[in-house]
C-alpha cells in the first residue's frame, strides 16, 4: 500500500514537472497567475552600502526593468532617430561619455561633461546643477532638451502608441496600452536603479576582505584626513556626500553659476554636484565641463592650483595657499587608492545592455 502511494506521489510530481514545462501559466501553488501582473525584482542593497533613499513603496519588476533598458537604448525618442540615452552614456564608460560635450540630435554639443549613471538609488538630485529633484523628473528632461533628443513628449508618446511592440510592453510592465511621459520616466528610473557598482577592491577592503598595499594606505591617509581632505567631500561608501560644493576651480572672473541657475541663491554661485569618485578610470574627462584628462590633472588641481574664489568651500580648508601641496609621491599614493575604487566587472556585464 505504502509502495502504491510512493508510486503515485511520484507519478504526481512527474506530472507537475511535465505540465510546469508544457504550459507556462501553470503554477502548482496558485499565486504566481498570468494574470497578476508584472514579476516583482527585488534592488539588492550591497552588504557594505547603507539602505537606498528610495520610497519603500517603490516597486521595480522585471517588465519595467526590461522596458526602460529597451526605451534607453532606443533611437525612437530622438527627433532624428539617431541618438538615444545610450549615445552620450556609454556602458564602456561607466555611463558616462569619453567626449568632452556630448552631440544631441541636431548635431549640437551639449552644455556640460555627461555623468556616469550608477548607484542612483543613492542619489536625490539630478544633474550637474542639480535641477532634477527626482529621478523621474530627471528621466523626462533628455528628451525634450534641443541640444539632447529635441523632441516633444506628444510626439514622443504617439510615436511609441504607433510602435509594434511598446504597447504590449507597457501593458506587460505596467498594465495598460495607454502610454503617456510618467509612464516612460518610470520605465527608464527601473532600468537606471538596476545599475549598481559595488563591486570594487574599495568594497573588498570595506569589508575586511583586501588589504591595502603600502602605497595603497599611505594613499588612504592623505585621503580620509586633513593632509589631502578629500574626505569631506567624497567621503563614506558612496564616495560623495550627494550636496553640492564650490571646490575652487574657477578665479571670480571664470566662476559658472552652477547651483545658483536652480535657486538664485548668491552663496550658491560656482556650487556643482560632488561627483562619485567610483570608476573614475573609465569616465574621463572629469568636472562639469571636462576640463581635466587624467586623474593626475585632478590630483594637481587639488594639490597646486585651487582658486581662492569668493563662494570657495569652507571645507576647502588650503584655497588660501593653492590647494594641499602633495609631493609627487603623495600623489601618486592618493591615485593608487582612488583607483581601488574601480569595478571592471561593471562596465562589461552584460546583462545592463540589450
Ligand atoms: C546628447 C547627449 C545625452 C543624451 C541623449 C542623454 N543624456 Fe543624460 N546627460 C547628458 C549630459 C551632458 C548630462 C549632464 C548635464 C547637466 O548636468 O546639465 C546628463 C545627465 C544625466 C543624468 C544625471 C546624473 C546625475 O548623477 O545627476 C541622468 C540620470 C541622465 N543623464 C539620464 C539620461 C537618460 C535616461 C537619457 C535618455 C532619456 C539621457 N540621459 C540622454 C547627456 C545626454
Ligand atoms: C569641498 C568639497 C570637495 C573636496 C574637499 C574635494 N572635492 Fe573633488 N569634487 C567636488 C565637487 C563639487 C566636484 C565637481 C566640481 C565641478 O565639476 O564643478 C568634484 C570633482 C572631483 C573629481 C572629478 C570627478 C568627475 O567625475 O568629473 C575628482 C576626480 C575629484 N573631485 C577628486 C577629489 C580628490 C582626490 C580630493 C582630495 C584631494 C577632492 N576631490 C576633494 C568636491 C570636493
Redesign the pocket.
Known sequence: MRKLLTISALMLVVQIAVNCSEDPTFDPDGIHQASDGPTPFYLEVPANFPDYFLDKDKRLTEEGIALGKKL?FDNI??KNRN???G???FQSSSFS?PRV????TNGEA????????FN?AW?N?????GR?KS?EE??LK??VNP???DLSWDEAVSRLQEHPEYPVLFEAAFGTRTIDSNLVAQA?VQY?LTLVSANSKFDDWLKGEYELTEMEAIGQAIFNSERGDCFHCHGTVLTTDNLFHNNGLDSDEDLKPGLYDVTGNEADFGKF?TPTLRNLIFTAPYM?DGRFETIDEVIDFYSDSVQNNRNVDVLMEFAFQGGVRLSPFEKEALKSFILLMTDSNFVQNPDLVP
Open positions: 534607453f525618442l530622438s541618438v538615444n540615452c549615445s552620450c552614456h561619455d560635450r556630448s552631440i544631441g551639449t552644455t556640460f561633461h555627461s555623468m556616469p549613471l542612483m542619489m538630485e539630478f544633474f550637474w546643477n532634477a529621478r530627471q528621466a533628455p528628451v541640444l539632447e533628443m527608464l537606471e554636484k562639469h
